[in-house]
């Protein structure tokens, strides 16, 4: 069963970059989308993007000047930077697998990591 | 972007009920619709593909119908473990995006 864990610092400052790295179990990295998704607090869920294993990207662009995505095949994880981070980027930050073919949907999601943007 | 609305924002309602929970595009997405089901403190959980596919290992009382701009995901026989938060999510273009979610809990 395939397995995703989210890793990073969970108190940030504004102004920072914020990185998150997802890591893969049970499972090949290779041949899928890998994505990441937030909430902030009692809020709707949020695309920010997507990776292929081969590191073709798709991102948001309403994050799109903030974000990028990288992929270690060799370490199955996959990693996320968010540039200039203020407190409306505090968020429950997920990772997750896209199912796959032409289903653009998420069928394996890593429990979430709280980052907080606080002075 | 396409926005996606849902009604009701919440809905209460006992165990063996059926609850229908509606989802609106605002433009056509074909049969690209997703259901999750989310619970506090958790990831969400897919549910429903391709408006109507039940994702394997979920109980055959969830189903999912719809297609172009308006969609439903009925609940038939509410179990206990069913009181959740249900967010749809289009998988039409980019951005992928959401619903607000609803929220059904015990009356």
């Known amino acids: 069963q395939v397995q995703l864990q989210e890793s990073g610092p969970g108190l940030m400052k504004p102004s920072e970059t914020l990185s998150l790295t997802c890591t893969v179990s049970?499972?090949?990295?290779?041949?899928?989308?890998w994505n990441w998704i937030r909430q902030p607090a009692g809020k709707d869920l949020e695309w920010i993007g997507r990776i292929y294993s081969n590191g073709n990207t798709n991102y948001n662009p309403s994050l799109n000047s903030r974000v990028t995505m990288s992929v270690d095949t060799s370490k199955n994880q996959f990693s996320l930077k968010l540039t200039s981070v203020t407190a409306a980027d505090t968020a429950v930050y997920f990772c997750?697998?896209?199912?796959?073919?032409?289903?653009?949907?998420?069928?394996?999601w890593g429990q979430g990591t709280l980052v907080t943007v606080s002075s | 972007d396409i926005q996606m609305t849902q009604s009701p924002s919440s809905v209460s309602t006992s165990v063996g009920d059926r609850v229908t929970i509606t989802c609106r595009a605002s433009?056509?997405?074909?049969?690209?619709l997703a259901w999750y089901q989310q619970k506090p403190g958790k990831a969400p959980k897919l549910l429903i593909y391709a408006a109507s596919s039940l994702q394997s290992g979920v109980p055959s009382r969830f189903s999912g119908s719809g297609s172009g701009t308006d969609f439903t995901l009925t609940i038939s026989n509410l179990q206990p473990e069913d009181f959740a938060t249900y967010y749809c999510?289009?998988?039409?273009?980019?951005?992928?995006?959401f619903g607000p979610g609803t929220k059904v809990d015990i009356k």
């Open positions: 997750a697998r896209e199912m796959g073919g032409p289903n653009w949907v998420f069928d394996h």
């Open positions: 999510q289009q998988a039409n273009s980019f951005p992928f995006t």
């Open positions: 433009q056509g997405i074909s049969s690209w």
């Open positions: 049970g499972g090949s990295i290779s041949s899928y989308y």
